[in-house]
């Protein structure tokens, strides 16, 4: 069980996790099973019904709660179910400050759904605090930051929005999809709340769609059990156990990742095709140094910028071999991925482009492969493009 003592690369392979009580099973059993006998009304081991509560479940939520260094962990069906879980505290007239340049999926939801239900969203550059600030109105109850950002990687300062956004009563969220809890644990740097798509590293083998919370705020840790139990987004078993299976090799994997991607970057950033590479542990990266005070390494994803724009774009794309076209992000494997058509094709391309995501851009969410088939691989793809 969790020990506060412990490390984090023990806490992954063992917290939320005990020997099965009944056989002595290592591995935490895929509870196939919808209820639970009781002894008498009311009377139960802790469990009655599965959507409340769940075994499997309950030990990723404790496991993810404990890589977070927070207390309680929700899990859900999605990331965006985690997601719309965090929105659905909130009320018709509360106001959200959300960052620009978020996960597509995020800015659907927001805009085309609870707006619907009378929650009003502002889209800010947070990577500037000063315009989190500025973006603040007397109904703002959250401001929703992901950093390093999807896909222009851009970096949000988690310690300077959480203080001022705490000094005017508003909560704050982080989507820590990106850099996962191996990299930034953002409880620690003030957050109330963190939220991942466990579908990308905690899972980390493109196998799973899954999501979570994870707070210290009792009462919010109370709201939002309230909202899994009543609107149901829950995950299953088997999928708590792949992503509970993920998380016990995260940090090894992240260390990889991190490896390869920076090998990567830099040598984009060096080839005379590249008019732009988004990157926080390049030294030029506008978010280097907040990056590097708030990570412990700087992620596996790359984003870029060919000359010669979408046409170039597309034609690159279609021609990796090791790298697969393909949404996503995370798993061992890598991806390359085209966010103006693919993942961010839900925001409209005025605002697209007003985010600095333009029709060009190119996404490769580098996987734990050898580093020189990587290397070959890209460079291969980038001349193969030329017009
Ligand atoms: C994928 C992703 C999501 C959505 O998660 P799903 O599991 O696909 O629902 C949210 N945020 C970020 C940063 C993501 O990459």
Sequence with gaps: ??????????????????????????????????????????KHKGFDYSRTAHPTRLALEGNLAALEGGRFGICFASGVAAISAVIQTLSPGDHVVCGRDVYGGTYRVFKRHFERFGVRFSFVETSDPAAVEKAILPETKLAWIETPS??????????????LASGRGVRVAVDNTFASPALQNPLRLGAHLVVHSTTKYLGGHSDVIGGCVVTDDAGLHENLRFIQNSLGAVPGPLDCFL????????????????????????????HPDAAAVHYPGLPAHPGHATAAAQMSGFGGMISFELHGGLERAKRMVSRTKVFALAESLGGVESLVSHPASMTHGAIPREERIKSGLSDGLIRLSVGIEDIDDLTRDLEAAIAASRP
């Design 150 to 163: 999807n896909p222009l990687l851009r970096v949000t300062d988690i310690r300077a929005v959480c203080r």
């Design 243 to 270: 992503v509970l299976r993920g998380t016990k090799t995260l940090s090894v994997r992240m260390k990889r990742h991190c490896e390869n991607a920076a090998t990567l970057a830099r040598r984009l950033s060096r």
């Design 1 to 42: 069980m969790t020990e506060p003592a412990m490390k984090f690369d023990t806490l992954a392979v063992h917290a939320g996790q005990a020997p099965d009580p009944a056989t002595g099973a290592i591995m935490t059993p895929v509870y196939l099973t919808s209820t639970y006998v009781q002894e008498a009304p009311e």
